[in-house]
């Protein structure tokens, strides 16, 4: 399979896709899905692929994205 993100299928129809990830990864993607209370886990993978999405824009755009704990530290998520 060939991944194209500007492929002949406009965004938002293509089908659903089946991929292999390791067991451990599996069972963090459950919990998460929990904690997060995402109905299924293929919603947590869509949350943390905007995510890094949105950590690569603001990278080409030269800015960055910081959490900041209470303490006043920070630190910038980068790729």
Known sequence: MTLHPHGATPPGDAGPVAIEIPG??????????????????????GQA?????????????????????RDGREIDLAL
């Open 24 to 45: 451990k990864t599996a069972m963090l993607l459950v919990t998460l899905a929990q904690q997060l209370g995402a109905k299924t886990p293929a919603e947590v993978v």
């Open 49 to 69: 692929l905007g995510l890094l999405q949105m950590v690569q824009q603001a990278k080409a755009r030269g800015q960055a994205i910081v959490l900041r704990d």
